[in-house]
């Protein structure tokens, strides 16, 4: 969708569709989201791809 978040140690939501500068930091206003997309983020590092399948080793060790 034309959401993004950026990982900082506080998180940051910008929708692209309405703010492509990122000027205007949603985060605040959209608390939900944030935490929806922070989940999927630990699910998708958790199973190690972001495609159906069977879970795999990350390459590298991830930091969050």
């Known amino acids: ?7 900082l140690p ?3 939501l ?5 703010d492509l500068a990122e000027k205007h930091d949603l ?3 959209h608390p939900e989201r944030v935490q929806a997309m ?3 983020r630990e699910r998708l590092i958790t199973a190690g791809r ?3 399948g069977t879970p795999q080793r990350n ?3 991830v930091r969050r």
């Not at 969708?1 to 990982?7: E, F, N, R, S």
């Not at 910008?14 to 309405?18: D, R, T």
């Open 50 to 52: 972001t495609t159906p």
């Open 27 to 29: 985060a605040a206003k």
């Open 59 to 61: 390459d590298v060790p």
């Open 38 to 40: 922070l989940a999927l």
């Open 10 to 12: 506080k998180p940051q």
């Open 14 to 18: 910008y929708h692209l569709g309405e």
């Open 1 to 7: 969708g034309p959401w993004k978040l950026v990982c």
